[in-house]
Protein backbone atom coordinates (compact mmCIF):
# COMPACT_ATOMS: atom_id res chain seq x y z
CA UNK A 1 0.00 0.00 0.00
CA UNK A 2 1.10 3.15 -1.11
CA UNK A 3 1.71 6.40 1.42
CA UNK A 4 -1.01 8.29 -0.59
CA UNK A 5 -3.38 4.78 -0.47
CA UNK A 6 -2.97 4.85 3.73
CA UNK A 7 -3.24 8.87 4.20
CA UNK A 8 -6.18 8.35 2.50
CA UNK A 9 -7.60 5.60 4.55
CA UNK A 10 -6.80 7.47 7.99
CA UNK A 11 -8.80 10.86 6.36
CA UNK A 12 -11.59 8.16 5.40
CA UNK A 13 -11.41 7.13 8.71
CA UNK A 14 -11.42 10.17 11.10
CA UNK A 15 -14.27 11.70 8.36
CA UNK A 16 -16.17 8.19 9.75
CA UNK A 17 -15.68 9.16 13.25
CA UNK A 18 -16.86 12.23 13.14
CA UNK A 19 -20.01 11.44 11.08
CA UNK A 20 -20.26 8.90 13.73
CA UNK A 21 -19.57 10.92 16.61
CA UNK A 22 -22.61 13.85 15.36
CA UNK A 23 -24.87 11.76 14.65
CA UNK A 24 -24.36 9.97 18.02
CA UNK A 25 -24.98 13.58 19.57
CA UNK A 26 -28.21 13.83 17.88
CA UNK A 27 -29.53 10.77 19.71
CA UNK A 28 -28.15 12.73 22.99
CA UNK A 29 -31.01 15.10 22.12
CA UNK A 30 -33.78 12.78 21.86
CA UNK A 31 -33.15 11.68 25.53
CA UNK A 32 -36.39 10.86 26.94
CA UNK A 33 -36.32 12.14 30.54
CA UNK A 34 -33.99 15.60 29.18
CA UNK A 35 -31.17 16.60 31.62
CA UNK A 36 -33.37 15.64 34.43
CA UNK A 37 -33.29 12.24 36.35
CA UNK A 38 -36.99 11.40 38.10
CA UNK A 39 -36.71 11.09 41.95
CA UNK A 40 -40.57 10.05 42.26
CA UNK A 41 -42.30 6.72 40.27
CA UNK A 42 -44.70 9.30 38.53
CA UNK A 43 -42.31 11.02 37.32
CA UNK A 44 -40.15 7.74 36.10
CA UNK A 45 -43.67 6.53 34.84
CA UNK A 46 -44.02 10.23 32.76
CA UNK A 47 -41.15 9.91 31.26
CA UNK A 48 -41.59 6.60 30.12
CA UNK A 49 -44.58 7.46 28.12
CA UNK A 50 -42.14 9.08 25.68
CA UNK A 51 -40.58 5.49 24.77
CA UNK A 52 -42.59 5.36 21.67
CA UNK A 53 -41.48 8.86 20.39
CA UNK A 54 -37.66 7.81 21.11
CA UNK A 55 -38.12 4.71 19.82
CA UNK A 56 -39.31 5.68 16.18
CA UNK A 57 -36.60 8.71 16.66
CA UNK A 58 -33.98 6.93 16.77
CA UNK A 59 -34.70 4.17 14.19
CA UNK A 60 -34.89 6.86 12.00
CA UNK A 61 -31.77 8.93 12.64
CA UNK A 62 -30.00 4.86 12.42
CA UNK A 63 -31.65 4.66 9.38
CA UNK A 64 -30.03 7.92 7.73
CA UNK A 65 -26.58 6.85 9.71
CA UNK A 66 -26.48 3.28 8.43
CA UNK A 67 -27.29 5.14 4.60
CA UNK A 68 -23.87 6.74 4.93
CA UNK A 69 -22.09 3.33 6.25
CA UNK A 70 -23.20 2.07 3.32
CA UNK A 71 -21.90 4.78 1.30
CA UNK A 72 -18.67 4.58 2.70
CA UNK A 73 -18.54 0.96 1.66
CA UNK A 74 -18.94 2.13 -2.00
CA UNK A 75 -16.77 5.04 -1.82
CA UNK A 76 -13.63 3.52 0.43
CA UNK A 77 -11.27 6.78 -1.00
CA UNK A 78 -11.36 9.86 0.89
CA UNK A 79 -11.65 12.83 -1.37
CA UNK A 80 -13.02 16.53 -1.37
CA UNK A 81 -16.73 15.41 -2.87
CA UNK A 82 -17.17 12.93 -0.42
CA UNK A 83 -15.53 14.78 2.78
CA UNK A 84 -18.17 18.20 1.59
CA UNK A 85 -21.04 15.65 0.99
CA UNK A 86 -20.85 13.76 4.34
CA UNK A 87 -20.27 17.50 6.39
CA UNK A 88 -23.32 18.38 4.86
CA UNK A 89 -25.45 15.08 6.07
CA UNK A 90 -23.94 16.50 9.33
CA UNK A 91 -25.13 19.46 9.30
CA UNK A 92 -28.75 18.20 7.77
CA UNK A 93 -29.05 15.49 10.73
CA UNK A 94 -28.70 18.40 13.37
CA UNK A 95 -31.53 20.78 11.99
CA UNK A 96 -33.42 17.24 11.27
CA UNK A 97 -33.49 15.64 14.98
CA UNK A 98 -35.97 18.41 16.05
CA UNK A 99 -39.03 18.62 13.66
CA UNK A 100 -38.24 15.06 13.96
CA UNK A 101 -38.41 15.13 17.87
CA UNK A 102 -41.81 17.12 17.77
CA UNK A 103 -43.65 15.40 15.21
CA UNK A 104 -43.61 12.41 16.90
CA UNK A 105 -43.78 13.66 20.26
CA UNK A 106 -47.46 15.26 19.21
CA UNK A 107 -48.23 12.44 17.33
CA UNK A 108 -48.00 9.67 19.87
CA UNK A 109 -49.47 11.85 22.44
CA UNK A 110 -52.49 13.13 20.05
CA UNK A 111 -52.92 9.11 19.84
CA UNK A 112 -52.49 8.55 23.41
CA UNK A 113 -52.83 11.48 25.41
CA UNK A 114 -51.71 11.27 29.28
CA UNK A 115 -50.25 7.83 28.35
CA UNK A 116 -48.18 9.72 26.03
CA UNK A 117 -47.04 13.09 27.99
CA UNK A 118 -45.43 15.77 25.74
CA UNK A 119 -44.31 19.23 25.69
CA UNK A 120 -45.14 19.31 22.55
CA UNK A 121 -48.59 20.52 21.51
CA UNK A 122 -50.00 21.18 18.22
CA UNK A 123 -53.18 23.79 18.84
CA UNK A 124 -54.06 24.58 15.16
CA UNK A 125 -53.75 23.84 11.63
CA UNK A 126 -51.12 26.47 11.05
CA UNK A 127 -48.72 24.54 13.37
CA UNK A 128 -49.30 21.06 12.03
CA UNK A 129 -48.56 22.60 8.62
CA UNK A 130 -45.20 24.38 9.72
CA UNK A 131 -44.80 21.55 11.29
CA UNK A 132 -44.99 19.04 8.50
CA UNK A 133 -42.82 21.52 6.18
CA UNK A 134 -39.84 21.64 8.31
CA UNK A 135 -40.20 18.15 9.08
CA UNK A 136 -40.63 17.47 4.96
CA UNK A 137 -37.51 19.41 3.63
CA UNK A 138 -35.21 18.37 6.80
CA UNK A 139 -35.85 14.80 5.37
CA UNK A 140 -35.73 14.95 2.19
CA UNK A 141 -32.83 17.32 2.15
CA UNK A 142 -30.93 14.18 4.48
CA UNK A 143 -32.08 11.76 2.20
CA UNK A 144 -30.96 13.82 -1.33
CA UNK A 145 -27.73 14.30 0.35
CA UNK A 146 -26.55 10.41 0.68
CA UNK A 147 -28.09 10.08 -2.71
CA UNK A 148 -25.70 12.99 -4.04
CA UNK A 149 -22.92 10.89 -2.01
CA UNK A 150 -24.24 7.45 -4.10
CA UNK A 151 -24.02 9.56 -7.21
CA UNK A 152 -20.85 10.59 -6.19
CA UNK A 153 -19.47 7.05 -5.40
CA UNK A 154 -20.50 5.89 -9.04
CA UNK A 155 -18.82 8.20 -10.69
CA UNK A 156 -15.87 6.94 -8.50
CA UNK A 157 -16.47 3.34 -9.22
CA UNK A 158 -16.93 4.30 -13.07
CA UNK A 159 -13.29 6.40 -12.65
CA UNK A 160 -11.71 3.35 -11.54
CA UNK A 161 -13.06 0.79 -13.75
CA UNK A 162 -15.69 -0.68 -11.85
CA UNK A 163 -19.29 -1.20 -12.31
CA UNK A 164 -20.75 1.84 -11.03
CA UNK A 165 -24.57 -0.09 -10.91
CA UNK A 166 -24.42 -0.66 -7.25
CA UNK A 167 -23.98 2.75 -6.22
CA UNK A 168 -26.34 4.10 -8.86
CA UNK A 169 -28.95 1.77 -7.56
CA UNK A 170 -28.34 2.97 -4.00
CA UNK A 171 -28.58 7.12 -5.60
CA UNK A 172 -32.20 6.01 -6.77
CA UNK A 173 -33.17 4.22 -3.47
CA UNK A 174 -32.46 7.61 -1.54
CA UNK A 175 -34.08 9.25 -4.51
CA UNK A 176 -37.61 8.01 -3.34
CA UNK A 177 -37.19 9.30 0.47
CA UNK A 178 -36.20 12.33 -1.02
CA UNK A 179 -39.02 13.01 -3.53
CA UNK A 180 -41.58 11.63 -0.79
CA UNK A 181 -40.33 14.48 1.45
CA UNK A 182 -41.04 17.14 -0.58
CA UNK A 183 -44.42 15.75 -1.76
CA UNK A 184 -45.47 16.02 1.67
CA UNK A 185 -43.87 19.51 2.50
CA UNK A 186 -46.15 20.37 -0.64
CA UNK A 187 -48.95 19.11 0.17
CA UNK A 188 -48.83 20.62 3.71
CA UNK A 189 -48.29 23.58 2.05
CA UNK A 190 -51.24 23.39 0.06
CA UNK A 191 -53.76 22.35 2.18
CA UNK A 192 -56.17 24.86 2.89
CA UNK A 193 -56.21 25.62 6.71
CA UNK A 194 -59.75 25.18 6.62
CA UNK A 195 -59.52 21.58 5.89
CA UNK A 196 -60.86 18.65 7.76
CA UNK A 197 -58.80 17.59 10.31
CA UNK A 198 -58.45 13.87 8.84
CA UNK A 199 -56.59 16.25 5.61
CA UNK A 200 -54.15 16.81 7.83
CA UNK A 201 -52.58 13.33 8.26
CA UNK A 202 -52.28 13.09 4.80
CA UNK A 203 -48.32 14.46 4.86
CA UNK A 204 -47.92 11.64 7.28
CA UNK A 205 -49.26 9.05 5.16
CA UNK A 206 -47.08 10.05 2.17
CA UNK A 207 -44.46 8.24 3.69
CA UNK A 208 -45.50 5.20 4.10
CA UNK A 209 -44.57 4.58 0.35
CA UNK A 210 -41.24 4.21 1.39
CA UNK A 211 -42.13 0.53 2.75
CA UNK A 212 -41.63 -0.30 -1.29
CA UNK A 213 -38.38 0.56 -1.44
CA UNK A 214 -37.61 -3.01 -0.15
CA UNK A 215 -39.35 -5.20 -2.18
CA UNK A 216 -38.77 -3.17 -5.42
CA UNK A 217 -34.69 -2.91 -5.07
CA UNK A 218 -34.59 -6.36 -3.64
CA UNK A 219 -36.39 -7.64 -6.73
CA UNK A 220 -34.07 -5.68 -9.17
CA UNK A 221 -31.37 -6.94 -7.32
CA UNK A 222 -31.96 -10.39 -7.91
CA UNK A 223 -32.97 -9.64 -11.13
CA UNK A 224 -29.99 -8.53 -12.08
CA UNK A 225 -27.54 -10.94 -10.19
CA UNK A 226 -26.29 -8.49 -7.87
CA UNK A 227 -26.70 -10.07 -4.93
CA UNK A 228 -27.21 -8.33 -1.13
CA UNK A 229 -25.67 -4.91 -0.86
Not at 28 to 56: E, H, N, Q
Not at 194 to 213: H, Q, R
Amino acid sequence: MSLTEQREGVEAGRLDMFVDGAFAFTLTLLVIGGDAVPDSADKLLRMLGGVPAFAVCFSLIAYFWHGHVRWRRRCPEADRGGLWLSLMLVFFALIFVYPLHMLFASLFNGLGGDAFPSEFKLDSPRQIRALFVCYGVAFACMAGTLALLFRHAARGAQARGGSPLPARLDMLEWSVPTALGVLSALLALLLPLSAPPLCWALPGFVYALMFLIGPLTARFRRRHGMGEP
